[in-house]
């Protein structure tokens, strides 16, 4: 099945190569499926969960990896699993709540029930009633289990495995976006809120846009107006060696008014705010920076806009439907003034976000504009064709290209 998509005559990537990405790729239930296989379950590390999600023995939280639910507990050693959301009897989810704290799980269809490691513990009527029915003499627990993947922990983040030639997490995310993990999130961190939303697109057109440095000063007019985050203040887009995981920065402090304002409708607003208390920030790190994405190939994104700390985490449901998790976050160690401030700006982001809530829809509108047309592509050349970082300058899609490098080179197209 899957080696028909490469082998198939009628899709060739495009002589140009990732300055090009062909519409058929949101599309095609074959390439989808092949994602499952080649992508997911391929050698990468795959966002789950928090750690202050599981922060005590006994709790477990759900995750995924692609299509594939999974759980990840913490046993009664303090120990992290990560383990396949499925019961080895038929099939069933194990775990329905997205978190909870149990001391075994244990399946409601047929009463099948694990240890926090996923080792089976009891079948209900194993030996039958009255010494009929039952399982065969030869039947062994051992060997019938929650199926277990590789975990890794960084910075207060979950990451699972499928694979066995998966590097490990550090050199996985290479020395840059680790520092920049490193300045976000290491320090012990506590949630201020948490929401989902189904946005109706291709999971990859999302992670198009979190890559896309320069569609916010164009499609989010809040940004523009109220000088947030626009292209004439100084940053730049930083991409790992391997060209997948990327950063976008901007320094608030440092707007230099541009003459191509002019002409850009997004700055066309005389608007004010009746609670301007929304836009007031702390200083919270020495370099400058106020606002920052960070994405971590294939599916994670963590942002910083102004004082809002947020990780980001968005799934396939389908060909056409992504779900998107967005967690907020502060420091265990915050004031209740800073605490305010970060729950406060947390409404710029969001399904409903003052700035966001146009990524719920501008996504599914090239859903849409693509259908029918699986033998046109993108045409993706703004700074440049080539995949590096562009430091100085947001006016590229350089980690858009970055991100079709490593999907091709895992796809094997």
Request: aromatic share 10%; with cysteine; proline share 4%.
């Given at each position: 099945?899957?080696?028909?998509?490469?082998?198939?005559?009628?899709?060739?990537?495009?002589?140009?190569?990732?300055?090009?990405?062909?519409?058929?790729?949101?599309?095609?239930?074959?390439?989808?499926?092949?994602?499952?296989?080649?992508?997911?379950?391929?050698?990468?590390?795959?966002?789950?969960?928090?750690?202050?999600?599981?922060?005590?023995?006994?709790?477990y939280c759900q995750g995924t990896i692609g299509e594939t639910p999974i759980v990840v507990t913490?046993?009664?050693?303090?120990?992290?699993?990560?383990?396949?959301?499925?019961?080895?009897?038929?099939?069933?989810?194990?775990?329905?709540?997205?978190?909870?704290?149990?001391?075994?799980?244990?399946?409601?269809?047929?009463?099948?029930?694990?240890?926090?490691?996923?080792?089976?513990?009891?079948?209900?009527?194993?030996?039958?009633?009255?010494?009929?029915?039952?399982?065969?003499?030869?039947?062994?627990?051992?060997?019938?289990?929650?199926?277990?993947?590789?975990?890794?922990?960084?910075?207060?983040?979950?990451?699972?495995?499928?694979?066995?030639?998966?590097?490990?997490?550090?050199?996985?995310?290479?020395?840059?976006?680790?520092?920049?993990?490193?300045?976000?999130?290491?320090?012990?961190?506590?949630?201020?809120?948490?929401?989902?939303?189904?946005?109706?697109?291709?999971?990859?057109?999302?992670?198009?846009?979190?890559?896309?440095?320069?569609?916010?000063?164009?499609?989010?007019?809040?940004?523009?107006?109220?000088?947030?985050?626009?292209?004439?203040?100084?940053?730049?887009?930083?991409?790992?060696?391997?060209?997948?995981?990327?950063?976008?920065?901007?320094?608030?402090?440092?707007?230099?008014?541009?003459?191509?304002?002019?002409?850009?409708?997004?700055?066309?607003?005389?608007?004010?705010?009746?609670?301007?208390?929304?836009?007031?920030?702390?200083?919270?790190?020495?370099?400058?920076?106020?606002?920052?994405?960070?994405?971590?190939?294939?599916?994670?994104?963590?942002?910083?806009?102004?004082?809002?700390?947020?990780?980001?985490?968005?799934?396939?449901?389908?060909?056409?439907?992504?779900?998107?998790?967005?967690?907020?976050?502060?420091?265990?160690?915050?004031?209740?003034?800073?605490?305010?401030?970060?729950?406060?700006?947390?409404?710029?982001?969001?399904?409903?976000?003052?700035?966001?809530?146009?990524?719920?829809?501008?996504?599914?509108?090239?859903?849409?504009?693509?259908?029918?047309?699986?033998?046109?592509?993108?045409?993706?050349?703004?700074?440049?064709?080539?995949?590096?970082?562009?430091?100085?300058?947001?006016?590229?899609?350089?980690?858009?290209?970055?991100?079709?490098?490593?999907?091709?080179?895992?796809?094997?197209?």
């Amino acid at each position: 099945m899957f080696a028909s998509v490469a082998a198939d005559p009628a899709f060739r990537w495009p002589a140009e190569g990732v300055s090009r990405v062909p519409f058929r790729l949101y599309s095609d239930p074959e390439i989808y499926a092949r994602e499952q296989q080649r992508l997911f379950r391929g050698p990468i590390w795959n966002y789950l969960c928090l750690e202050i999600d599981v922060p005590n023995s006994g709790d477990y939280c759900q995750g995924t990896i692609g299509e594939t639910p999974i759980v990840v507990t913490r046993d009664d050693e303090g120990i992290l699993h990560a383990l396949v959301n499925r019961c080895a009897h038929k099939g069933a989810l194990v775990c329905l709540r997205q978190r909870g704290h149990a001391d075994s799980l244990t399946c409601v269809y047929h009463s099948w029930s694990y240890d926090l490691a996923g080792r089976l513990q009891s079948v209900a009527f194993r030996h039958g009633l009255r010494g009929k029915g039952g399982m065969p003499d030869d039947f062994q627990p051992s060997q019938h289990r929650l199926q277990p993947i590789r975990l890794a922990t960084f910075c207060g983040l979950v990451f699972g495995s499928f694979s066995d030639a998966t590097p490990d997490i550090e050199t996985f995310l290479g020395p840059q976006v680790a520092g920049v993990l490193r300045r976000n999130l290491g320090r012990p961190l506590k949630r201020l809120g948490q929401h989902s939303q189904v946005i109706h697109n291709n999971w990859k057109l999302y992670a198009e846009n979190v890559r896309d440095s320069y569609h916010a000063t164009l499609l989010h007019t809040f940004y523009t107006t109220f000088k947030i985050n626009r292209l004439d203040m100084d940053g730049g887009m930083i991409l790992s060696e391997d060209g997948r995981h990327s950063l976008s920065y901007a320094k608030r402090a440092q707007l230099t008014e541009s003459a191509e304002y002019a002409k850009v409708h997004s700055a066309q607003y005389k608007s004010g705010l009746q609670g301007p208390q929304l836009l007031d920030a702390f200083t919270e790190f020495d370099d400058g920076i106020t606002h920052m994405i960070q994405t971590v190939f294939p599916t994670l994104t963590v942002q910083l806009t102004l004082n809002s700390l947020a990780v980001r985490f968005f799934t396939p449901r389908g060909i056409d439907r992504t779900e998107l998790f967005w967690n907020y976050l502060g420091y265990a160690d915050d004031d209740e003034n800073h605490t305010a401030m970060r729950v406060r700006q947390a409404n710029l982001t969001g399904a409903a976000g003052l700035v966001s809530l146009e990524d719920g829809c501008i996504n599914e509108f090239v859903q849409r504009g693509a259908r029918g047309s699986e033998d046109v592509s993108e045409f993706l050349e703004m700074g440049g064709t080539e995949v590096a970082s562009s430091d100085g300058s947001r006016a590229t899609e350089t980690a858009i290209r970055g991100f079709w490098q490593g999907y091709r080179a895992l796809m094997g197209l």
